[in-house]
């Protein structure tokens, strides 16, 4: 079984295909819709592995919404996914990020950021040999 995953993305479309593709994964996938329903979630579920966040959300950017959930969960794996190209969000800065997915991605590149972060030994064994 994956690990427990948080998705938070205001693209009703966007996040639901991304929680039924992690429960495809074997992940136990939740998804919400705004900033302070990730933040509620975040706060009440200490289980919550890594939280998979878009950067163009209503409420605040996804680095603003990366800090507030680092205030509260410091170190929680965080990936950013946007459909602008990384170099192009100046405010990422020098944020720890564990992933960033392009939209649009395939689950292989899904599969691949969540093995770094959930499974680092099976991404080392595979590039070891």
């Known amino acids: 079984m994956g ?6 993305d205001d693209a009703a479309v966007v ?24 933040l509620e979630a975040i706060t009440q579920d200490p289980t919550i592995e890594v939280v ?3 950067y163009s959300l209503e409420q605040m950017n996804g680095v603003e919404l990366a800090r507030l959930i680092w205030s509260i969960r410091p170190g929680v794996p965080l990936v950013l996914m946007s459909g602008w190209d990384p170099s192009q969000l100046e405010t990422i800065g020098d944020l720890p990020f564990s992933g960033f997915l392009h939209k649009p991605f395939l689950s292989e590149e899904v599969d691949r950021v969540l093995a770094g972060i959930l499974r680092p030994d099976t991404v080392t064994d595979a590039l070891i040999g």
Not at 16 to 36: I, K, P, Q, W
């Open 52 to 54: 998979i966040l878009d």
């Open 15 to 38: 996040l639901r295909a991304m929680v039924r593709l992690l429960r495809r994964g074997g992940h136990d996938a939740h998804g919400v819709a705004t900033a302070e329903d990730g």
């Open 3 to 8: 690990g427990r995953i948080l998705v938070i």
